[in-house]
Nanobody, 126 residues
């Protein structure tokens, strides 16, 4: 049974950093594109970043230069390093797996992803 589990969220102050992790099991992790999404209270779930099987990546504009997505295929683990966090980054962060090696130009579309985790909460205080 496929499992996708996020960890690493927490409460931090503006300007601080967090690293999120996502471990996936029972799927060919190395051959799947992986993504991070987030959902703030009262808002739609939105794509943050996607990484393809060969570690090419894309980001939403608001996090470029501050967030870095990476993957360790030997550990079936996806990461999101978040630096210089801002209060507007407060959200539940979700990991998602796509049954494809590539992110797609429409990578922000939620229904491109088959497997999802339960989320990890990130709260940034001002």
């Amino acid at each position: 049974q496929v499992q996708v589990v996020e960890s690493g969220g927490g409460l931090v102050q503006a300007g601080e950093s967090l690293r999120l992790s996502c471990t996936a099991s029972a799927l060919p992790f190395a051959n799947y594109a992986m993504a991070w999404f987030r959902q703030a209270p009262g808002k739609e779930r939105e794509g943050v970043s996607c990484i393809n099987w060969s570690s090419g990546s894309v980001y939403t504009d608001s996090v470029k230069g501050r967030f870095t997505i990476s993957r360790d295929n030997a550990k079936n683990t996806l990461y999101l390093q978040m630096n210089n966090l801002k209060p507007e980054n407060t959200a539940m962060y979700y990991c998602a797996a796509r049954i494809s090696q590539t992110c797609s130009v429409a990578w922000r579309t939620r229904n491109l992803y088959t497997f999802w985790g339960q989320g990890t909460q990130v709260t940034v205080s001002s």
